[in-house]
């Protein structure tokens, strides 16, 4: 059974950091791409950053490049996102999403993040 369990979320002032995690289970990794999307009422939803090939490559949105990181955690099955000169667009429910051939079929409970 697919599942993806994030982590870490919360509320911060601008220019803060903060450290959000994902931790799956049911699949390898290496075979998917997991990504981070968020999502903010009114706004589209947009993704921030991608690990390809259980960290072979990333890539990020240009909105957070510089300031985001997306890399694989301690754990074997863990992947998080630090996120570094918070601001306040930075706001709202960040989900972990795995990804195949561009269709997103899991997607995780989400964490919420409030940058004030």
């Known amino acids: 059974q697919v599942q993806l369990v994030e982590s870490g979320g919360g509320s911060v002032q601008a220019g803060g950091s903060l450290n959000v995690s994902c931790v799956y289970s049911?699949?390898?990794?290496?075979?998917?791409?997991l990504a981070w999307f968020r999502q903010t009422p009114g706004r589209e939803r947009e993704g921030v950053a991608a690990?390809?090939?259980?960290?072979?490559?990333?890539q990020y949105a240009d909105s957070v490049k510089g300031r985001f990181t997306i890399g694989r955690g301690r754990a074997e099955n863990e992947v998080f996102l630090q996120m570094n000169s918070l601001k306040p667009e930075d706001t709202g429910m960040y989900y972990c999403?795995?990804?195949?051939?561009?269709?997103?079929?899991?997607w995780g409970p989400g964490t919420q993040v409030t940058v004030s």
């Open positions: 999403v795995r990804e195949l051939g561009g269709y997103l079929d899991y």
């Open positions: 049911g699949f390898t990794a290496s075979s998917y791409c």
């Open positions: 690990i390809y090939n259980g960290g072979g490559s990333v």
